[in-house]
């Protein structure tokens, strides 16, 4: 029979074909990630000069104070990436790292191929708010890859050999390495409570649960090799601690099922519900804690969902597979004959929808830009370079190091663990004109302001005769302090055609953060 030079494959290759292509396709996203540029700016640091920071260089408020790197070895990548294959080798990199870890939780789902792809097309629906160019993305994959290990190495033992060769690279890559150790505890913690409850005997639970502790002991010993020495050991729980960031940051808010993008994650939620309501396929415990663990994490913060994925989704698949058990294997039909040429078909066609998502982001890389970052309001920050510091707006902060670095310096960026609670309040009183939002400008000498129109801050500025409007649009408003300022100085009583003019431009109301870490 003639296929036109159509490839032919069978069923199981072909779902592993569509969901390669269509997680290729669905994870790239465009290289617009408001850390990205001070990501950019960091490797590039560290392949100029040969060291990796120690101490903070880009901004004036936390100039040459401790600053743990953890992603030194993301960062390295990204620019290496970026600088000999522009934004269309990032979002494909990117794309890679994030698909490679879905591959891992389909190979963990039981039952047949297209009962684990659609379980694992739900879990990445669930995670795509937190999709993007970000180092989260190491940890997504690298996280798969440890709990593939951990699942397969019950039957081969040796495949545990290789996890603390990669926890090393994973702890260089993301502070999120944490989450193996205690991933693994969990585990350990579910063995001892099938021992409790007599599901497993004590004689096949104490030789995994002591290669679980040695792993544990391994890993742990390893995390002073980055080049933030020990202080990774304290890094993880300073940030969980936060309640500055867990105010400000919209990523570390707990999911609001109101949104549109967090139904999936419900669905998945109800169906773990079905699935443990029915004894037969209630899992061991030893996948129960770890799993308890991350929904827990999952629903206090918005950047742990993509964790809980990895642990519920294979649980969710086995529920599935269960429930289907009863229909048997289809009947053979006639068009059994001319399906593997279809199924190769539809494998083409999504590799060819992947490939044109991934041309069409590349080529929208400018515009996307343009849409998200103040261009031309930098190059006029730019043109009027004063040697000094400007007060940004957080989501512009990596931006405008970026491009502004070394003549100007930052307030804050999205290195919100660098800055601290009482920073991220500074600035918040700044730019919501709460009290004291004018001393906060004084005490640092605050000389320049990059904010957006609508901002609290800039519709006070405007009006101060002891600043300069030099640049403004829709997107952005620049202002330079001609004077110093004090309390008795007030707005201006008498505004001048451009301050008017600017003042129309201003919104009433100071926009929500939108900034993810």
């Given at each position: 029979?003639?296929?036109?030079?159509i490839?032919?494959?069978?069923g199981r290759?072909?779902f592993?074909?569509?969901l390669?292509?269509?997680?290729l396709?669905?994870?790239?996203?465009?290289?617009?990630?408001?850390?990205?540029?001070?990501?950019?700016?960091t490797?590039?640091?560290?392949?100029?000069?040969?060291?990796?920071?120690?101490?903070?260089?880009?901004?004036?408020?936390?100039?040459?104070?401790?600053?743990v790197?953890?992603?030194?070895?993301?960062?390295?990548?990204?620019?290496?990436?970026?600088k000999?294959?522009?934004?269309?080798?990032?979002?494909?990199?990117?794309?890679?790292?994030?698909?490679a870890?879905?591959?891992l939780?389909?190979?963990?789902?039981?039952?047949?191929?297209?009962w684990?792809a659609?379980?694992?097309?739900l879990?990445a629906?669930?995670?795509?708010?937190?999709?993007?160019?970000r180092p989260?993305?190491?940890t997504?994959?690298?996280?798969?890859?440890?709990?593939?290990?951990?699942?397969?190495?019950?039957?081969?033992?040796w495949?545990?050999?290789?996890?603390?060769?990669?926890?090393?690279?994973?702890?260089?890559?993301?502070?999120?390495?944490?989450?193996?150790?205690?991933?693994?505890?969990?585990?350990?913690?579910?063995?001892?409570?099938?021992?409790?409850?007599?599901?497993?005997?004590?004689?096949e639970?104490?030789?995994?649960?002591?290669?679980?502790l040695?792993?544990?002991?391994?890993?742990?010993?390893?995390?002073p090799l980055?080049p933030?020495?020990a202080?990774?050991?304290?890094y993880?729980?300073?940030?969980?601690?936060?309640?500055?960031?867990r105010?400000?940051?919209?990523?570390?808010?707990?999911p609001n099922?109101?949104?549109?993008?967090?139904?999936?994650?419900?669905?998945?939620?109800?169906?773990?519900?079905?699935?443990?309501?029915?004894?037969?396929?209630r899992?061991?415990?030893r996948?129960?804690?770890p799993?308890?663990?991350?929904?827990?994490?999952?629903?206090?913060a918005?950047?742990?969902?993509p964790?809980?994925?990895?642990?519920a989704?294979?649980?969710?698949?086995?529920?599935?597979?269960g429930?289907?058990?009863?229909?048997?294997?289809?009947t053979?039909?006639?068009?059994?004959?001319?399906?593997?040429?279809?199924?190769?078909?539809?494998?083409?066609?999504?590799?060819?929808f992947?490939?044109?998502?991934?041309?069409?982001?590349?080529?929208?890389?400018?515009?996307?830009?343009?849409?998200?970052?103040?261009?031309?309001?930098?190059?006029?920050?730019?043109?009027?370079?004063?040697?000094?510091?400007?007060?940004?707006?957080?989501?512009w902060?990596?931006?405008?190091?970026?491009?502004?670095?070394?003549?100007?310096?930052?307030f804050?960026?999205?290195?919100?663990?660098?800055y601290?609670?009482?920073?991220l309040?500074?600035f918040?009183?700044?730019?919501?004109?709460r009290?004291?939002?004018?001393?906060?400008?004084?005490?640092?000498?605050?000389?320049?302001?990059?904010?957006?129109?609508?901002?609290?801050?800039?519709?006070?500025?405007?009006?101060?005769?002891?600043?300069?409007?030099?640049?403004?649009?829709?997107?952005a408003?620049?202002?330079?302090?001609?004077?110093?300022?004090?309390?008795?100085?007030g707005?201006?009583?008498?505004?001048?055609?451009?301050?008017?003019?600017?003042?129309?431009m201003?919104?009433?109301?100071?926009?929500?953060l939108?900034?993810?870490m």
């Amino acid at each position: 029979m003639a296929t036109l030079g159509i490839p032919r494959c069978s069923g199981r290759f072909a779902f592993v074909g569509i969901l390669l292509f269509g997680l290729l396709a669905m994870t790239a996203r465009p290289a617009t990630d408001h850390d990205l540029w001070w990501h950019l700016r960091t490797g590039q640091w560290i392949m100029e000069t040969g060291t990796v920071p120690r101490v903070d260089p880009f901004s004036f408020t936390r100039a040459g104070q401790p600053w743990v790197s953890h992603e030194w070895l993301s960062e390295l990548v990204f620019y290496e990436t970026w600088k000999h294959a522009g934004a269309g080798g990032l979002i494909v990199v990117s794309a890679i790292v994030t698909t490679a870890g879905f591959l891992l939780l389909y190979l963990r789902c039981p039952g047949k191929p297209h009962w684990a792809a659609a379980a694992t097309a739900l879990g990445a629906l669930t995670s795509a708010p937190a999709w993007g160019v970000r180092p989260q993305m190491f940890t997504f994959a690298l996280a798969s890859l440890l709990l593939w290990l951990l699942e397969r190495g019950q039957q081969r033992p040796w495949l545990l050999v290789s996890i603390p060769p990669m926890f090393l690279l994973w702890l260089n890559l993301h502070a999120g390495s944490a989450l193996g150790p205690a991933l693994m505890l969990a585990y350990s913690l579910g063995l001892v409570i099938e021992v409790a409850l007599g599901d497993t005997p004590w004689q096949e639970a104490w030789r995994p649960l002591a290669r679980l502790l040695l792993l544990v002991l391994a890993c742990m010993a390893l995390v002073p090799l980055n080049p933030s020495g020990a202080q990774l050991y304290r890094y993880p729980f300073d940030t969980l601690r936060s309640s500055g960031m867990r105010s400000f940051i919209v990523e570390w808010f707990s999911p609001n099922f109101h949104e549109l993008r967090f139904i999936p994650f419900l669905i998945v939620l109800l169906l773990l519900l079905a699935v443990l309501a029915r004894v037969r396929a209630r899992p061991q415990a030893r996948t129960l804690v770890p799993l308890v663990l991350t929904t827990l994490l999952a629903l206090d913060a918005v950047r742990h969902v993509p964790i809980f994925v990895l642990l519920a989704i294979p649980v969710v698949a086995a529920g599935l597979a269960g429930s289907r058990s009863a229909t048997g294997e289809p009947t053979p039909s006639p068009a059994a004959q001319v399906r593997p040429m279809f199924n190769g078909l539809a494998v083409v066609l999504m590799a060819g929808f992947a490939l044109v998502r991934w041309v069409g982001l590349a080529q929208g890389q400018a515009a996307a830009e343009a849409q998200q970052f103040p261009a031309k309001a930098v190059e006029a920050l730019r043109s009027r370079d004063l040697g000094g510091q400007v007060f940004a707006y957080y989501d512009w902060g990596g931006y405008t190091i970026y491009k502004l670095y070394p003549e100007y310096q930052v307030f804050v960026d999205g290195r919100a663990d660098l800055y601290g609670d009482d920073l991220l309040q500074q600035f918040q009183t700044a730019i919501q004109l709460r009290t004291g939002w004018r001393e906060v400008l004084d005490r640092w000498n605050v000389r320049a302001v990059l904010l957006p129109p609508q901002c609290a801050l800039v519709q006070a500025l405007v009006r101060d005769h002891t600043w300069h409007l030099e640049y403004g649009d829709s997107q952005a408003l620049v202002l330079f302090r001609t004077s110093q300022s004090s309390e008795k100085e007030g707005v201006s009583t008498n505004p001048s055609p451009v301050r008017e003019k600017s003042a129309k431009m201003l919104a009433k109301t100071v926009p929500n953060l939108r900034h993810s870490m």
